[in-house]
């Protein structure tokens, strides 16, 4: 029972990372239509950031908060100085155009920092934190970090002008140019939020995965399934869907190796993780194109 | 009476293809005016040139200042507000978000709140559905929540594309009635494109009819009104 509940956690642990990504790949697809596929290589560029920040003496959370106001700037000038010129262009030239920051945020991080795999520390303290045996300081705090950024962007989008001004230029781009909003604008905030968002799950999975240029690479794989899951278009199902599939490896995982302990038969392990996970997505997907939460969206022709 | 927005030599373009060509029209401080014309003829154009929304060339003075090639925010906070052909309603959003979108910019919160009372006024029926997903509005309702978004705005100048298209004639007739009055009370210009004639030609003190892209007639709306050809074409009878 113990085990399983832990399995939970670190589940829910997981989930917490897999959800701000998927928050960041949705948010820029709302407004653009588009899968950023550099958002994982931008989140791990600024966790380097961080660790750079740190190795110069500032605090945990000092670099932290520095890393995503840096990382809110450079999501806001990758839209500005490379995205905007290719508004009109066809959809293949932004995939490249993705594809190629993917490659180049790989290559600096490797130019600047090594491949070596580093450390990199967790905020949260050692003991007192957590629930014994089931939960762990860093996963606990993982979780609680995930909820409070998640809920102040729930508050920012919800609540303030500014926050409706960015959902009615995702919405509907020109009525929202019609009453005054400069959408232009918008998406590059967009683009700056999703990055701080990103930045925040890369600072918070780094002490688990540990540091390296391609720490995120599963993750991205794991956030997009995620968005797809819960719905490609919709934040909140994107968060759930993080949520879900964290929960969903770690239980596949889980119960192939009760499995194995019973029959002793090995069918499925955790080497198995995520193949499992994509397998799941595909089946969600086939049963329910729109994601669990997503909404079936109708072209009138 | 003094030009509120005036056009000449106006020419639009959607890609290699002209859709407008030299079209020229003044729209006098507080009247309404409006845009006659078969399919085709450029109605919608105009008013999309007129807001930076297709390709333009020629000169469009509004309250003396030229404001083409401006990007389409900065003309609509000039104070031009444009109810765009379908309404343009952001279906995900409240009837509340609608509005106060076309506030963001305002800092002053009791002078929105002041606006959308005033705006309810004249569209009662949107303020019992406040906090409805506009997108579950009747097509009325959300011609009604287009004009009155346009109206938080304070525009000095409304561009309205096909307020009549697709509704009921007892609602298109409702939606008139406020038109008129929001002109009146509100000291705001109108410029109405319209594919049912004879109502905008009652409404209207102006008309300019547009045919394949150039302006083919203009005059008061009695005038227009009498003439035999737009009586044949446009009024049927």
New interface residues.
């Given amino acids: 029972m113990e085990q399983f509940l832990q399995q939970i956690a670190s589940g829910l642990a997981n989930g917490a990372i897999y959800a701000c990504v998927a928050l960041a790949l949705v948010m820029i697809y709302v407004s653009t239509d588009h899968i950023n596929f550099a958002q994982g290589e931008m989140a791990m560029f600024s966790t380097y950031i961080s660790w750079q920040l740190m190795s110069w003496g500032m605090s945990f959370w000092v670099a932290f908060a520095l890393t995503v106001i840096i990382s809110f700037a450079m999501g806001v000038l990758i839209e500005r100085l490379i995205l905007r010129p290719l508004h009109n262009a066809p959809v293949l030239s932004i995939i490249v155009v993705f594809i190629g920051l993917l490659a180049i945020f790989n290559s600096m991080a490797g130019a600047f920092w090594s491949y070596l795999i580093k450390e990199f520390p967790s905020p949260f303290p050692k003991s007192d934190f957590g629930i014994a045996g089931v939960i762990g300081p860093h996963q606990l705090g993982v979780v609680l970090i995930t909820l409070i950024v998640l809920g102040l962007l729930f508050v920012f989008f919800r609540y303030t ?2 926050g ?2 960015m ?2 230029a995702a ?2 781009p ?10 232009d604008w918008m998406l590059a905030l967009g683009w700056g939020l999703a990055a701080s968002v990103g930045a925040v799950a890369g600072i918070m999975v780094a002490h688990i995965v540990y540091l390296e240029p391609n720490m995120m690479g599963g993750i991205l794989l794991y956030a997009f399934a995620s968005a797809l899951v819960g719905g490609i278009s919709n934040p909140a199902g994107a968060v759930a869907g993080g949520f879900i599939v964290g929960i969903l490896e770690n239980m596949v995982a889980y119960a192939g190796n009760q499995l194995e302990k019973a029959t002793g038969i090995y069918i499925i392990g955790n080497g198995e993780k995520l193949t499992v996970a994509l397998i799941i997505v595909i089946f969600v997907l086939t049963v329910k194109p729109a994601g669990l939460f997503g909404r079936v969206v109708v072209k009138r022709v | 009476m003094a030009a509120l927005l005036e056009v000449s030599g106006l020419k639009a373009f959607y890609g290699q293809t002209q859709s407008l060509y030299d079209v020229a029209f003044d729209i006098p401080m507080g009247g309404i005016t409006t845009l006659l014309g078969a399919n085709g003829a450029g109605k919608t154009t105009t008013l999309r040139a007129i807001c930076n929304m297709v390709r333009t060339d020629g000169t469009i003075r509004f309250d003396g200042k030229n404001i083409r090639g401006m990007a389409t925010e900065e003309i609509v906070r000039q104070r031009i507000a444009h109810v765009p052909e379908g309404r343009g309603t952001f279906t995900t959003l409240t009837v509340d978000e609608n509005l106060r979108i076309a506030a963001y910019t305002r800092k002053d919160k009791q002078a929105v709140k002041d606006e959308l009372e005033r705006v309810f006024v004249y569209f009662p029926r949107l303020k019992e559905r406040i906090q409805q997903q506009a997108g579950t509005l009747s097509g009325g309702e959300q011609q009604m929540l287009a004009i009155a978004r346009a109206l938080m705005l304070k525009p000095r100048l409304m561009l309205l594309d096909e307020p009549s298209f697709g509704l009921a004639p007892l609602i298109v007739l409702e939606i008139f009635r406020i038109l008129r009055r929001i002109n009146e009370e509100e000291k705001v210009s109108i410029l109405l494109v319209e594919q049912n004639a004879a109502l905008a030609l009652d409404l209207a003190t102006h008309a300019y009819v547009l045919e394949t892209g150039k302006v083919v007639m203009s005059g008061p709306s009695d005038v227009v009104k009498n003439d035999e050809n737009v009586r044949k074409s446009y009024l049927g009878y």
Avoid at chain 1, 174 to 183: E, I, P
Wanted: positive net charge; without cysteine.
């Fill in positions: 002008p500014l409706l001004a959902r009615a919405q509907n020109q009525s929202a140019r019609l009453v005054g909003v400069r959408v």
